[in-house]
């Protein structure tokens, strides 16, 4: 089992900056990969961009290339999404998830809201 606390959401004006955290707990010797996602109110929820565990390469939704960059920091075992030019179309709630290659499982955390005013 692995459980996974977001942190760092809020509001923020356009053109402003957030860093969000995922700090990940539990069995995570086996985890292979990590992502961000997001859902808006009325939308289907949708990748950010993800990080693969060991190698550390990233790739990204369009719409946060340029702009979101997904790091980790294994020692601390935490995920982070550094959020940077926001735009009101970014607020929604954001999710981190992380894939156990041993097991096949997929893990989410509870979500952190994220609101960019214009």
């Known amino acids: 089992q692995v459980q996974l606390v977001e942190s760092g959401g809020g509001l923020v004006q356009a053109g402003g900056s957030l860093r969000l955290s995922c700090a990940f707990s539990g069995t995570t010797d086996s985890i292979s990969a990590m992502g961000w996602y997001r859902q808006a109110p009325g939308k289907q929820r949708e990748l950010v961009g993800r990080i693969h565990s060991s190698s550390g390469m990233t790739n990204y939704a369009d719409s946060a290339k340029g702009r979101f960059t997904v790091s980790r920091d294994s020692a601390k075992s935490t995920m982070y999404l550094e959020m940077n030019s926001l735009k009101p179309g970014d607020s929604a709630v954001y999710y981190c998830?992380?894939?156990?290659?041993?097991?096949?499982?997929?893990?989410w955390g509870q979500g952190t809201q994220v609101t960019v005013s214009s």
């Open positions: 998830n992380v894939f156990d290659g041993r097991f096949s499982r997929l893990y």
